[in-house]
């Protein structure tokens, strides 16, 4: 029985390039013992996907092509998180691929990443960029962005979005808050079982890229956040060190200038005045952080799997591979 994958790609005034994708796909697995179901989030697009450009040969293996239209524009990160969210109400499917629609994340790759997970079922099997062909201001903020990763979590990140995951992995990952900010992160603090395979950065297929600098700033943070408690801890440590750093150099301060002779006149009551200042500040920090997360932790949280229902407006099958147009029939009059 060919194997059931779900692809899952968030779309935003491209459908050219879901197009082209999809398009690929077919061209690349046709004969393969391999079903896609493709499942393409329109994430507030101004002009639907036109059908009618969808057209597969007899042997493809897109076996449909389903688009859930969103109310409103929610980004990448929460586009992925409602479409895992879709897919995990079905029983028919074995794994999720997770990939853009623009072209750089390679169909060429997806027979890497469904051997990795053939050879290890029960991970997550992310593509990691061997080599990247970004240019060099967006390597060194990336490069920024995973230092301040590994600074504030503790975790080291090499991968992003594109990924395959088994159906199990996906029924734990639609329940965590935490997806709803960032996928990656999340994958990585739900503790499942996950590996790499080594690809390469793919080609646009039309039009350029909308990410600003803004957006991958906002990236980069939301990624931060899924481990906002291990954060909390992280500048309340800090700032409790640098508290007691300042209060030590007050008591030295004072110990010099009356059990020595070595003070200079007006110099002690300047540095305990700027010491003292730095250890309110931290205080201050202390307790703002404090109540922050307890603030987070009694509210309630984003679960997925029960609110991303609010944001979708339609579900469109656009096209059904004719062998399987029938029992789609069959269940629609049931």
């Not at 395959?164 to 639609?174: C, E, F, G, N």
Request: proline residues 4%; positive net charge; glycine residues 6%.
């Amino acid at each position: 029985m060919a194997r059931q994958i779900a692809i899952v790609t968030p779309v935003l005034d491209d459908w050219e390039s879901f197009t082209a994708l999809v398009t690929e796909i077919s061209d690349r697995f046709a004969g393969a013992d391999v079903a896609f179901h493709v499942c393409a989030l329109d994430d507030g697009s101004v002009a639907p996907l036109d059908a009618n450009r969808l057209k597969f040969p007899a042997d493809t293996p897109i076996a449909n092509v389903e688009v859930i239209r969103l109310a409103v524009n929610l980004g990448h990160q929460r586009a992925i998180a409602v479409g895992l969210c879709a897919i995990a109400e079905r029983d028919d499917i074995d794994a999720v691929l997770v990939m853009d629609s623009d072209g750089e994340d390679r169909p060429a790759d997806i027979a890497a990443l469904l051997a990795a997970s053939e050879r290890q079922p029960d991970h997550v099997v992310f593509a990691h960029r061997a080599k990247r062909s970004e240019g060099p201001t967006f390597k060194l903020c990336y490069f920024i962005y995973k230092l301040l990763f590994r600074v504030f979590t503790g975790h080291a990140i090499s991968f992003g979005n594109y990924v395959l995951i088994p159906r199990a992995a996906v029924a734990r990952l639609v329940h965590m808050p935490e997806l709803w900010n960032n996928f990656a992160a999340a994958t990585m603090r739900s503790r499942l079982r996950y590996t790499t395979v080594e690809t390469e950065r793919g080609t646009r297929y039309a039009g350029r890229s909308r990410m600003s600098l803004t957006g991958l700033v906002v990236h980069g943070l939301s990624a931060v956040s899924v481990y906002s408690d291990v954060v909390f801890v992280r500048v309340l440590i800090a700032t409790f060190f640098v508290g007691v750093l300042a209060m030590a150099g007050i008591l030295a301060v004072t110990a010099i200038r009356f059990a020595s002779s070595l003070a200079i006149p007006g110099w002690a009551t300047a540095a305990a005045g700027d010491l003292l200042i730095v250890l309110l500040q931290t205080v201050v920090i202390m307790v703002a952080t404090a109540l922050t997360m307890l603030a987070g932790r009694s509210a309630r949280p984003m679960v997925p799997i029960v609110d991303c229902r609010l944001f979708v407006t339609r579900r469109q099958q656009c096209w059904i591979r004719p062998a399987d147009l029938q029992p789609v029939l069959m269940r629609a009059v049931r």
